[in-house]
């Protein structure tokens, strides 16, 4: 072989050792991944969104037309009345036992992480805009409208009370590391069999934990600590938690459906020789 040939043969094997082994073609080919990145991207969208029309309290009668239902639980009173979040916690429902049944814990646990990390962040530039000086001719734009204060209704709509966001925050992330464990044991003593049972069961487990815990953090415990508001009367926490988790373990049961329905799907979508492998390793994955 001349010099001329060597050179170019040595320069084509250094450029195939720097080549890229795997190209964004790849990645979008490859189905599971594909997948993942798919659920991963709704997940976080949803828990970001969730945060933030989650400062807006409905009242689901007047939203339905019915009459009030005036509950009485633990000496308190009052009306059916939920965080506008809970528009969002069906899919998260779905996506959350979708995950774990395909990814397993690495995976749900890797986008809890990740969903926190961004809410922060999102917060954080928030919060960072409140700050800035406002034009004197926006401040006042929309007073025809309702609004006499566009600073001030953009600092209390989205720089909601910090304990507010430390509490859903604490929240949103136990409860997901609850739902992982509690799905995975239920599934270790059940099998393939019974999915209704560890999708719902896990999420009954980890949203009695998510309802109370960011009441107890953002109105009973952080305003105790801090002083800067009253404190929640653990009678009120335990009727307003009580209330919110009726409505969760009601669109549980409810939408266990969907789950066989999603499962279907994504099994279609993989094959179902995949689907299983996936499924297998997803339960070995115990770190």
Do not use: C
Not at 11 to 27: L, N
Not at 147 to 159: D, K, T, Y
Not at 197 to 210: H, K, P
Not at 252 to 274: N, Q, S, V
């Amino acid at each position: 072989m001349g010099k001329t040939q060597y050179d170019s043969a040595q320069a084509s094997q250094i450029q195939s050792e720097h080549r890229p082994t795997t190209s964004i073609k790849d990645v979008l080919s490859h189905r599971p991944t594909f997948l993942f990145v798919i659920l991963g991207g709704f997940f976080v969208a949803n828990a970001l969104v969730a945060e933030f029309i989650g400062v807006k309290i409905f009242a689901l009668e007047d939203t339905l037309g019915i009459d009030r239902f005036n509950f009485n639980l633990f000496g308190q009173q009052g009306a059916l009345q939920f965080s506008a979040g809970v528009l969002l916690w069906p899919i998260v429902f779905v996506m959350t036992d979708v995950i774990n049944e395909y990814y397993g814990k690495r995976g749900i646990r890797l986008l809890s992480f990740l969903a926190v990390g961004l809410i922060t962040y999102a917060f954080v530039m928030i919060f960072a805009a409140i700050q800035l000086a406002p034009a004197e001719w926006w401040v006042g734009q929309n007073g025809s409208k309702g609004v006499p204060n566009m600073q001030n209704a953009f600092s209390v709509i989205l720089g909601q009370g910090l304990l507010i966001i430390v509490g859903s925050l604490v929240a949103f992330l136990i409860a997901q590391l609850v739902d992982v464990v509690s799905f995975h044991r239920i599934k270790l003593m059940t099998g393939e069999r019974m999915v209704w049972l560890r999708a719902t069961g896990s999420t009954l487990i980890s949203q009695l934990v998510d309802s109370f815990v960011v009441l107890a953090v953002a109105f009973k415990l952080g305003p105790e600590l801090v002083g800067n508001v009253e404190p929640w009367s653990w009678n009120q926490l335990l009727a307003v938690g009580t209330v919110q988790y009726a409505y969760k373990f009601m669109m549980a049961i409810l939408l266990t459906p969907l789950i066989y329905l999603a499962h279907h799907l994504i099994d279609r979508y993989l094959g179902e020789e995949e689907a299983e492998t996936m499924k297998q390793r997803a339960a070995s994955w115990n770190g």
